[in-house]
């Protein structure tokens, strides 16, 4: 090769066609790198011109134009060697049948790093028609028009970000266009299979077997953490926030009158889709945080943190909440712990749920919310920020702090507010404390060194849910907010690359 390199004047033209000469009989991967050795003199021969911003954009696309066509010949390879190895007859995925072999055809891709184009064979089935390409399974390409790894970038930023913005991020951090409808089909896509497999996991881990009695055996999931890593003291935060969903109506409840205007937006094709009517309704994402009681840090006086966490989200019935979170008690060995705390702001789902799992659990009702309700009922009682509802709500955080919950129920009973309003405050009020008076020992819990709090959760509301579910405008189907929810816990859980790998396999 230095031979060939020396008898030329050092041109890219010459190398290239040196290098063309020298690996002629050496297949299809030599002459992709041929291809991408004169892409790559072709960029050195140029001058730079502009800013430093320019030379960097020019650097990175002339990057993916010199790999791009080793990508591409690597993996033909790859397909020739499945295509050969399975030559003759396939057995068509939809019903089983045998498929028979057309030869070979060409499909494109949109990679990370450009288009690419491979030949593999293809057949059909003569029973159901449908075709296959034996090859694309075993070496992980399904029949989207982009490959794993761009729909794992693209589905990640767009489970970030809202579609929009996703796409202009894939275009500027990869330099590869994506259209918004491709973006949302693909997370589309990933949330199904998210979604899926998290219903597999959670039949094939369950609490109780169908008598209803719990699993004697507990079958845990593939990921579960080592068997030194149990937990002395386990938390699980739980709570919920309410994205705003749309359902379409029936045309029973639509008005006469809608009915006329949709009939006649159908006729005009208007635009906007379908001509149709939507409720506007919020259903629950259910949130929860798990995390190992030595893993809470004090960062500084008053400030701690929580060094890893897990996070478990789903729109729906608490029982199906309650099946992905055991599966996750039981990737965490959680229910091995000689103490599970379930921290909340006391609703009666979350005292269900406990109720459910098949170990034992303590119920502490956050402090914090329970400050905020004596707040609210004192402004209402003596007016916003006077000097008299600070004494009041003080007096009431104290008492509840000193475990005199009672004396707080009895002199919200004592009271007899003018306003009707606040009537029902300080009537519900007593009547929460009343229903939660068994979580509520606080000097109890803090003897033992145990938190009070649920400020995890409320932030996961926040950052897992809020930020990407609960934007101005934004209204989402309920199999959309379901999907997203999934994949958001997915992302913060830190399980996009191995989720991606597992959605492979399943295929």
């Known amino acids: 090769m230095r031979e060939a390199f020396a008898k030329t004047d050092g041109s890219a033209s010459a190398v290239t066609a040196a290098l063309a000469k020298t690996f002629s009989n050496a297949g299809a991967v030599a002459g992709a790198f041929i291809e991408g050795l004169g892409e790559l003199m072709g960029y050195a021969e140029k001058a730079a011109s502009g800013t430093a911003i320019d030379a960097e954009i020019e650097a990175v ?197 809608e009915r006329r205007r949709i009939k006649r937006a159908k006729a005009a094709k208007a635009r906007g889709g379908k001509a149709r009517r939507y409720r506007i309704v919020g259903r629950e994402v259910k949130n929860a945080v798990l995390y190992d009681g030595e893993d809470c840090a004090q960062e500084s006086p008053g400030r701690g943190c929580i060094l890893q966490k897990t996070y478990v989200s789903h729109l729906g019935d608490w029982l199906g909440f309650a099946a992905l979170l055991w599966v996750a008690i039981l990737r965490l060995r959680f229910e091995q712990a000689k103490l599970l705390v379930i921290l909340s702001d006391g609703a009666d789902w979350i005292r269900s749920l406990a109720q459910w799992l098949p170990i034992e659990t303590l119920m502490i009702l956050d402090l914090f919310h329970v400050k905020k309700r004596i707040w609210e009922a004192a402004h209402s009682l003596y007016g916003d920020r006077s000097e008299k509802a600070s004494t009041w709500a003080h007096m009431q955080c104290e008492r509840v702090e000193n475990g005199h919950v009672k004396k707080v129920i009895e002199a919200l009973r004592f009271l007899k507010p003018a306003r009707a309003e606040t009537q029902k405050i300080v009537s519900e009020l007593a009547g929460y404390f009343e229903n939660n008076i068994d979580r509520m020992d606080y000097p109890s819990y803090r003897a033992k060194g145990l938190r009070v709090g649920s400020g995890a959760v409320e932030s996961a509301n926040f950052h897992v849910t809020g930020n990407r579910l609960i934007l101005q405008g934004m209204r989402w189907s309920a199999e959309g907010a379901t999907a997203m929810a999934a994949l958001r816990a997915d992302l913060f859980n830190g399980r996009w690359e191995g989720r991606t790998r597992e959605i492979l396999s399943a295929a």
Not at 123 to 132: L, P, Q, R
Not at 151 to 161: G, K, N, P, R, S
Request: aromatic share 4%; glycine share 8%.
């Open 61 to 257: 696309a002339a990057s993916r134009r010199i790999v791009r066509p080793l990508l591409q010949a690597k993996l033909q390879a790859q397909v020739d060697a499945l295509d050969k190895e399975g030559q003759g007859k396939a057995l068509c995925l939809d019903c089983g049948g045998v498929a028979q072999s057309e030869g070979r055809r060409a499909r494109r891709w949109g990679s990370l790093v450009g288009s690419i184009e491979l030949k593999r064979r293809y057949a059909t089935c003569d029973k159901c028609k449908s075709g296959i390409a034996p090859a694309q399974k075993p070496l992980g390409l399904s029949e989207s028009d982009f490959t794993p790894r761009l729909e794992e970038v693209t589905t990640m930023l767009a489970t970030t970000v809202p579609y929009g913005m996703a796409t202009s991020l894939v275009e500027k951090l990869c330099g590869i266009e994506v259209s918004i409808k491709g973006a949302e089909e693909m997370t589309w896509r990933r949330g199904e299979a998210v979604l899926s497999q998290n219903a597999a996991e959670a039949e094939k881990c369950a609490a109780f077997d169908e008598t209803g009695l719990p699993v004697p055996k507990q079958e845990r999931p593939k990921d579960t953490v080592a068997k030194d890593k149990i937990p002395k003291v386990a938390y699980v935060e739980i709570d919920g926030v309410i994205p705003i969903t749309r359902e379409a109506l029936t045309h029973a409840e639509l008005t006469p009158n």
